[in-house]
Protein backbone atom coordinates (compact mmCIF):
# COMPACT_ATOMS: atom_id res chain seq x y z
CA UNK A 1 0.00 0.00 0.00
CA UNK A 2 1.49 3.67 -0.71
CA UNK A 3 1.06 6.12 1.72
CA UNK A 4 -0.57 9.26 0.93
CA UNK A 5 1.83 11.84 3.06
CA UNK A 6 -1.56 13.31 4.79
CA UNK A 7 -2.33 12.58 8.53
CA UNK A 8 -5.49 11.65 8.99
CA UNK A 9 -8.28 13.93 10.45
CA UNK A 10 -9.08 11.04 13.20
CA UNK A 11 -8.67 11.43 16.38
CA UNK A 12 -5.09 10.26 17.80
CA UNK A 13 -6.36 7.23 19.77
CA UNK A 14 -6.72 5.60 15.87
CA UNK A 15 -2.66 5.43 16.49
CA UNK A 16 -2.95 2.71 18.75
CA UNK A 17 -5.80 0.89 17.43
CA UNK A 18 -3.36 0.86 14.47
CA UNK A 19 -0.64 -0.70 16.92
CA UNK A 20 1.65 2.49 15.68
CA UNK A 21 3.37 4.89 17.42
CA UNK A 22 1.06 8.10 19.03
CA UNK A 23 0.44 10.85 16.69
CA UNK A 24 -2.04 10.90 13.59
CA UNK A 25 -2.02 8.10 11.34
CA UNK A 26 -1.10 8.90 7.81
CA UNK A 27 -5.17 8.91 5.67
CA UNK A 28 -4.51 5.60 3.70
CA UNK A 29 -4.05 3.22 6.81
CA UNK A 30 -7.15 4.55 7.86
CA UNK A 31 -9.14 4.23 5.10
CA UNK A 32 -7.42 1.06 4.70
CA UNK A 33 -8.38 -0.43 8.44
CA UNK A 34 -11.75 1.02 7.57
CA UNK A 35 -12.51 -0.89 4.13
CA UNK A 36 -11.31 -4.46 5.28
CA UNK A 37 -12.42 -4.89 8.69
CA UNK A 38 -16.13 -2.83 8.29
CA UNK A 39 -16.47 -2.92 5.12
CA UNK A 40 -14.73 -6.28 4.48
CA UNK A 41 -13.50 -5.05 0.60
CA UNK A 42 -10.29 -3.84 -0.72
CA UNK A 43 -9.65 0.29 -0.55
CA UNK A 44 -10.01 1.61 -3.90
CA UNK A 45 -6.57 2.91 -5.56
CA UNK A 46 -4.62 3.02 -2.28
CA UNK A 47 -3.76 -0.69 -1.85
CA UNK A 48 -1.74 -3.49 -4.27
CA UNK A 49 -4.63 -5.35 -5.00
CA UNK A 50 -7.31 -2.98 -4.72
CA UNK A 51 -9.57 -3.73 -8.09
CA UNK A 52 -8.96 -0.40 -9.37
CA UNK A 53 -5.27 -1.03 -9.61
CA UNK A 54 -3.60 -2.45 -13.22
CA UNK A 55 -1.26 -5.16 -12.86
CA UNK A 56 1.60 -5.06 -15.34
CA UNK A 57 4.57 -7.49 -15.95
CA UNK A 58 6.95 -5.43 -14.22
CA UNK A 59 4.93 -4.99 -11.47
CA UNK A 60 4.71 -7.54 -8.51
CA UNK A 61 2.57 -5.90 -7.30
CA UNK A 62 4.34 -3.45 -6.50
CA UNK A 63 7.97 -1.82 -7.71
CA UNK A 64 10.68 -4.06 -7.21
CA UNK A 65 13.54 -3.85 -9.11
CA UNK A 66 14.96 -7.55 -8.29
CA UNK A 67 11.71 -8.97 -9.02
CA UNK A 68 11.66 -12.36 -10.80
CA UNK A 69 8.29 -12.41 -11.69
CA UNK A 70 5.28 -11.73 -13.78
CA UNK A 71 2.10 -11.98 -12.61
CA UNK A 72 -1.06 -12.06 -14.85
CA UNK A 73 -4.57 -12.33 -13.38
CA UNK A 74 -7.33 -15.06 -14.34
CA UNK A 75 -10.69 -16.95 -13.84
CA UNK A 76 -9.02 -19.41 -11.99
CA UNK A 77 -6.52 -17.02 -9.96
CA UNK A 78 -3.17 -15.47 -10.40
CA UNK A 79 -0.62 -17.01 -12.64
CA UNK A 80 2.95 -16.57 -11.52
CA UNK A 81 5.65 -17.14 -13.84
CA UNK A 82 9.33 -16.98 -12.73
CA UNK A 83 11.38 -15.25 -15.44
CA UNK A 84 15.49 -15.69 -14.69
CA UNK A 85 16.71 -17.23 -17.75
CA UNK A 86 15.80 -20.57 -16.60
CA UNK A 87 13.45 -22.73 -19.14
CA UNK A 88 10.70 -24.32 -16.81
CA UNK A 89 7.58 -26.14 -18.18
CA UNK A 90 5.25 -24.68 -15.50
CA UNK A 91 4.19 -22.24 -13.49
CA UNK A 92 2.29 -21.63 -9.93
CA UNK A 93 -1.29 -20.90 -10.16
CA UNK A 94 -2.50 -18.91 -6.42
CA UNK A 95 -6.29 -17.88 -5.77
CA UNK A 96 -5.09 -15.90 -2.16
CA UNK A 97 -4.41 -12.33 -3.11
CA UNK A 98 -2.71 -12.26 0.38
CA UNK A 99 -0.07 -15.08 -0.87
CA UNK A 100 0.99 -12.40 -3.87
CA UNK A 101 1.31 -9.85 -1.66
CA UNK A 102 3.59 -12.14 1.27
CA UNK A 103 5.87 -13.15 -2.23
CA UNK A 104 6.23 -9.83 -2.85
CA UNK A 105 6.79 -8.94 1.36
CA UNK A 106 9.13 -11.75 1.96
CA UNK A 107 11.16 -11.26 -1.22
CA UNK A 108 10.54 -14.37 -2.33
CA UNK A 109 9.77 -12.73 -5.62
CA UNK A 110 13.66 -12.13 -5.92
CA UNK A 111 14.67 -15.80 -5.80
CA UNK A 112 13.10 -18.18 -8.78
CA UNK A 113 15.23 -21.08 -7.61
CA UNK A 114 13.47 -21.27 -4.19
CA UNK A 115 10.09 -19.61 -4.83
CA UNK A 116 8.22 -23.29 -4.68
CA UNK A 117 10.46 -24.35 -1.52
CA UNK A 118 9.12 -21.38 0.13
CA UNK A 119 5.41 -22.16 -0.35
CA UNK A 120 6.12 -25.80 0.19
CA UNK A 121 7.86 -24.99 3.79
CA UNK A 122 5.31 -22.38 4.64
CA UNK A 123 2.43 -24.94 3.99
CA UNK A 124 1.30 -22.07 1.64
CA UNK A 125 -1.55 -23.07 -0.95
CA UNK A 126 -1.11 -22.97 -4.43
CA UNK A 127 -1.49 -24.83 -7.65
CA UNK A 128 1.32 -26.24 -10.16
CA UNK A 129 0.41 -25.65 -13.56
CA UNK A 130 2.50 -27.84 -15.97
CA UNK A 131 2.33 -27.83 -20.00
CA UNK A 132 3.26 -31.19 -19.91
CA UNK A 133 1.63 -34.38 -18.81
CA UNK A 134 2.30 -38.41 -19.02
CA UNK A 135 0.00 -40.25 -21.06
CA UNK A 136 -0.60 -44.08 -20.22
CA UNK A 137 -3.23 -46.22 -21.15
CA UNK A 138 -4.09 -46.64 -17.65
CA UNK A 139 -3.61 -46.05 -13.97
CA UNK A 140 -3.92 -48.09 -10.73
CA UNK A 141 -6.41 -46.18 -9.00
CA UNK A 142 -6.31 -46.39 -5.19
CA UNK A 143 -9.03 -48.72 -3.45
CA UNK A 144 -9.29 -45.80 -0.91
CA UNK A 145 -9.60 -46.28 3.37
CA UNK A 146 -8.43 -49.55 4.43
CA UNK A 147 -12.03 -51.91 5.36
CA UNK A 148 -11.69 -53.06 8.94
CA UNK A 149 -14.30 -55.65 9.76
CA UNK A 150 -17.54 -54.97 11.44
CA UNK A 151 -18.26 -52.97 14.55
CA UNK A 152 -14.06 -53.63 15.12
CA UNK A 153 -13.59 -50.01 16.80
CA UNK A 154 -9.92 -47.93 15.98
CA UNK A 155 -7.25 -48.93 18.42
CA UNK A 156 -3.92 -47.14 18.48
CA UNK A 157 -2.35 -50.09 16.71
CA UNK A 158 -4.98 -49.06 13.67
CA UNK A 159 -3.20 -45.21 14.06
CA UNK A 160 0.52 -47.05 13.65
CA UNK A 161 -1.13 -48.58 10.64
CA UNK A 162 -2.49 -46.10 8.84
CA UNK A 163 0.77 -43.99 9.40
CA UNK A 164 2.79 -46.68 7.73
CA UNK A 165 0.07 -47.08 4.86
CA UNK A 166 0.05 -43.43 4.36
CA UNK A 167 3.84 -43.87 3.74
CA UNK A 168 3.43 -45.83 1.64
CA UNK A 169 0.47 -44.30 -0.72
CA UNK A 170 2.36 -41.20 -0.97
CA UNK A 171 5.39 -43.22 -1.63
CA UNK A 172 3.30 -45.49 -4.30
CA UNK A 173 0.99 -42.30 -5.97
CA UNK A 174 3.69 -39.08 -6.34
CA UNK A 175 1.07 -36.86 -8.01
CA UNK A 176 -0.99 -37.20 -4.53
CA UNK A 177 2.28 -36.29 -2.80
CA UNK A 178 2.44 -33.73 -4.25
CA UNK A 179 -1.29 -32.08 -4.84
CA UNK A 180 -0.90 -32.60 -0.83
CA UNK A 181 2.20 -30.66 -0.58
CA UNK A 182 0.30 -27.78 -2.74
CA UNK A 183 -2.80 -27.96 -0.79
CA UNK A 184 -1.71 -26.38 2.57
CA UNK A 185 -3.96 -27.22 6.03
CA UNK A 186 -4.13 -30.40 7.15
CA UNK A 187 -3.58 -32.86 3.81
CA UNK A 188 -0.07 -30.61 3.82
CA UNK A 189 0.49 -30.83 7.36
CA UNK A 190 -0.01 -34.75 7.24
CA UNK A 191 2.05 -35.15 4.19
CA UNK A 192 5.06 -33.22 5.95
CA UNK A 193 5.18 -35.01 8.95
CA UNK A 194 5.30 -38.68 7.29
CA UNK A 195 8.26 -38.41 5.01
CA UNK A 196 10.43 -35.50 4.33
CA UNK A 197 9.89 -32.32 1.83
CA UNK A 198 10.96 -33.77 -1.76
CA UNK A 199 12.45 -32.06 -4.39
CA UNK A 200 11.44 -29.39 -7.02
CA UNK A 201 10.86 -32.25 -9.53
CA UNK A 202 8.93 -34.34 -7.65
CA UNK A 203 6.69 -31.24 -6.74
CA UNK A 204 5.90 -29.69 -10.20
CA UNK A 205 5.92 -33.24 -12.13
CA UNK A 206 4.80 -33.85 -15.05
CA UNK A 207 2.59 -36.57 -13.72
CA UNK A 208 0.31 -38.90 -15.22
CA UNK A 209 -3.11 -37.53 -17.12
CA UNK A 210 -5.36 -39.78 -15.22
CA UNK A 211 -4.45 -38.13 -11.65
CA UNK A 212 -4.33 -34.80 -13.20
CA UNK A 213 -7.05 -31.72 -13.74
CA UNK A 214 -6.74 -29.60 -17.37
CA UNK A 215 -7.28 -25.54 -17.49
CA UNK A 216 -7.29 -23.97 -20.68
CA UNK A 217 -5.64 -20.39 -19.79
CA UNK A 218 -4.75 -17.98 -22.75
CA UNK A 219 -5.04 -20.12 -25.21
CA UNK A 220 -2.54 -22.89 -23.29
CA UNK A 221 -3.48 -26.51 -21.49
CA UNK A 222 -1.83 -26.61 -18.27
CA UNK A 223 -2.30 -29.65 -15.88
CA UNK A 224 -2.08 -29.96 -12.07
CA UNK A 225 -2.25 -33.19 -9.80
CA UNK A 226 -5.23 -33.58 -7.92
CA UNK A 227 -6.66 -35.57 -4.94
CA UNK A 228 -9.95 -38.09 -5.95
CA UNK A 229 -12.31 -38.13 -3.11
CA UNK A 230 -11.10 -41.54 -1.85
CA UNK A 231 -7.13 -40.34 -1.54
CA UNK A 232 -8.06 -37.10 0.68
CA UNK A 233 -9.63 -40.15 2.83
CA UNK A 234 -6.80 -42.37 2.93
CA UNK A 235 -4.20 -39.22 3.73
CA UNK A 236 -6.69 -37.82 6.94
CA UNK A 237 -6.93 -41.42 7.79
CA UNK A 238 -10.39 -42.39 7.17
CA UNK A 239 -11.41 -45.70 8.98
CA UNK A 240 -13.94 -47.43 7.36
CA UNK A 241 -15.87 -50.15 8.15
CA UNK A 242 -17.87 -53.17 6.14
CA UNK A 243 -21.12 -52.25 7.89
CA UNK A 244 -22.05 -49.50 10.36
CA UNK A 245 -24.23 -49.99 13.28
CA UNK A 246 -26.94 -47.20 11.68
CA UNK A 247 -26.23 -46.93 8.05
CA UNK A 248 -23.88 -49.96 5.59
CA UNK A 249 -20.30 -48.30 4.24
CA UNK A 250 -19.86 -45.76 6.57
CA UNK A 251 -17.05 -44.15 6.72
CA UNK A 252 -15.40 -42.64 10.21
CA UNK A 253 -12.38 -40.41 10.74
CA UNK A 254 -9.69 -42.61 12.85
CA UNK A 255 -9.27 -42.03 16.36
CA UNK A 256 -6.24 -40.26 17.24
Known amino acids: MDLSGTPCGEKSYWSRKLGLPPGQPDENLFHLYEAVVSRCEWPPNICDLSPETTLTPETFPSPNLTNLLTLSSTEFGYVVDIQDRVT ?7 SDPLTILQIERERWCSDGNNLLTHLVT ?3 PFQVLHQNVLKTSSFPDHPGPTLHPTGKDPLLIDYFAYRHDLVDFLSTYPHARAAALCAGGILWRLSVDVLALPS ?4 VGPFDHH ?3 SRNINGITY ?3 RLTEQEQQVLVGVYRWAESKSSPNLPSPMLR
Open 223 to 225: WTP
Open 122 to 124: NGI
Open 200 to 203: ETDI
Open 88 to 94: RPWKLLI
Open 211 to 213: ACI
